[in-house]
């Protein structure tokens, strides 16, 4: 499985600012907003959810075929702790991947030069040097209908996973802009 991860500190948190072993190279991957979309499109939730799926057998079944998965993981703050709401991590496979290396990536780049410069300022306390260094992140715009199979059917009183979602991680800062 490939993930997208289009929140910067979650990446950051997750190969500690590109000091984790066999994390050193960490790829900023721009990507079409259309491939984006069919990958939310196609995918399910990575754990079930029994305000969004029949049964567990259901989940089951759709997590097989699916060709990418939905998981919202902590977002994180500079000193990457994490805060109350969540970021969208996107799990790709078989056709999904195809389609992402294939015909989805428009842009790649090298994410740790900035991310030292910006570690460097949070471990001395300068932590609005170090914001002003991050890249600029915004809520995705995406149309209900694009995650309404990823949410509570409205009415059902149940976040996703018990805890309040704010509208910062209806699909967190996509940079997929392009296309």
Known sequence: MTWIKPSFLWM?????????????????????????????????LSSHVPAVHADRAAWQRELRTAPARVQWDPERDLRLQPLPYRSLQLGLSGEA????ADEWTVAVSDVPP???EIRAYVGSGDLDSAAR??????????????????????????PLDGQRRTAANSVAAARADAG
Do not use: N
């Open 12 to 44: 950051m948190y997750r190969c500690g600012w590109g000091t984790k072993a066999g994390q050193e190279t960490v790829p900023a991957v721009e990507i079409a907003r259309d491939g984006f979309e069919w990958a939310l499109r196609h995918a399910c």
């Open 97 to 100: 991947v195809r389609r992402y």
């Open 114 to 116: 900035p991310a030292q």
């Open 133 to 158: 260094l991050l890249p600029q992140e915004r809520p995705y715009p995406a149309a209900d209908e694009l995650l309404a199979h990823l949410r509570p059917a409205a009415g059902s009183g149940r």
